[in-house]
């Protein structure tokens, strides 16, 4: 991250840091440099260090700028998905016989990447509840080199203390990794609060439109972005340049379209709170949450995804998300439309069977901005 932004507002440094003028045009947002390789001035005479997009291309680096400095960390990689992060951070950390601890309500991708693929090569994994930090200490062992948390977490909202499960990991010697893709840069920042790296599926919030596939690490520890980036290289699933762009222009608008997602979903649960169909609702924001104090206390406010449980069991919860019209039946999350989802049978499929399998009434819900009368309106004929 540039020292010019640190001392720039969120809102500021979503706009500005990396998005320099173009030098040859003075273009005001960078150029998509589509382009596989650089002419260079004699060899080993790099313009700017770029040689092959592989390893470096102009526009990526700017997003990756800018990804730094939204989560005040020293160094940003952008990947082509969230997965291919997740995997190049594994990579980087973890040998054969080395452990890692999981949350019990983690993403189905990042479940399976874990039991299926992972553990081929030696690595071992564990679950824990990490909204609970003694049941995280107690899940360590003398092989453990990270502990893993999302939070919110994927499908069932939960919220784990970061700076105190990054207590427990800096006793341990152990890196604490936080997928804050639910949250976003603009609502949470782990970092400051202790984690060594942060994780980003930018399909979601970040790029903000469903029109792009990305992921990102940001991580404060040069030495640890030195690796990292060494295996980005060596391994290859870097961000395309016109996904960079993508995603860069999404990010100027993140707070804007946070706030907005934030107070709708905020109007939803409360009337979903209210609903004779609807027999639990799990969101952060509403008081009874249990990791509610937490979250207000860690997050500038509560998010979009909403999820809930219906009366009826599993063939009402399907019901209800085939009868939503405004809500979009699809998976994946965060951007601009409503979206509806049977995690069961959709993004959590792969979870089915094992201790992270989700309950099969839940329906969850990505809010939207649209008109909150609207997408209530839609909900309410969907559960009827």
């Known amino acids: 991250m540039s020292d010019q932004h640190t001392h720039q507002s969120f809102e500021t440094r979503a706009i500005h840091a990396g998005n320099t003028a173009d030098p040859l045009t003075g273009a005001v947002v960078p150029p998509i440099y589509q382009v596989s390789t650089y002419k260079q001035d004699g060899v080993g005479g790099l313009r700017g260090g770029y040689e092959y997009s592989r390893s470096a291309n102009p526009t990526r680096t700017a997003l990756e700028e800018n990804l730094a400095a939204l989560e005040g960390g020293r160094r940003g990689l952008a990947f082509a998905s969230g997965l291919a992060a997740e995997d190049c951070l594994l990579r980087a950390l973890l040998v054969p016989g080395d452990h890692v601890v999981i949350p019990n309500d983690a993403y189905g991708g990042t479940f399976r990447l874990f039991a299926k693929v992972a553990s081929r090569w030696g690595v071992e994994w564990s679950v824990a509840d990490t909204s609970d930090p003694a049941a995280v200490r107690e899940a360590i062992t003398d092989r453990t080199k990270v502990i893993w948390v999302e939070t919110p977490s994927n499908p069932l909202l939960g919220i784990t203390d970061i700076a105190a499960v990054a207590d427990v990991a800096r006793t341990a010697g152990v890196k604490l990794v936080v997928d804050n ?204």
Request: negative net charge; aromatic residues 4%; hydrophobic residues 45%.
């Open 181 to 384: 893709t639910f949250a976003s840069s603009y609502l949470q920042q782990p970092l400051a609060l202790g984690a060594d790296i942060v994780v980003h599926s930018l399909t979601k919030y970040m790029g903000g439109h469903s029109d792009v596939v990305g992921g990102a690490l940001v991580t404060a520890d040069e030495a640890l972005g030195e690796e990292l980036a060494y295996h980005q290289n060596a391994m290859g699933a870097v961000a395309g340049p016109f996904d960079s762009w993508i995603v860069l222009r999404g990010i100027k608008t993140l707070a804007v379209r946070m706030d907005r997602h934030s107070q709708n979903a905020a109007r939803i649960a409360e009337m979903l709170t209210q609903h004779p169909k609807v027999t639990q609702v799990l969101y952060p924001g509403l008081p009874d949450h249990p990791g509610h104090e937490i979250a207000a206390k860690q997050m500038r406010d509560f998010g979009g995804m909403i999820s809930f449980r219906v009366a009826g069991g599993e063939e009402a919860a399907v019901d209800v998300c085939n009868r939503a019209e405004l809500f979009t039946l699809g998976e994946s999350l965060g951007g601009v439309e409503s979206l509806i989802e049977h995690p069961g049978r959709m993004t959590h499929a792969s979870v089915a069977g094992s201790l992270l399998e989700v309950p099969a009434d839940l329906v969850r819900l990505s809010v939207g901005i649209e008109n909150v009368d609207d997408l209530m309106a839609d909900l309410r004929r969907a559960l009827g």
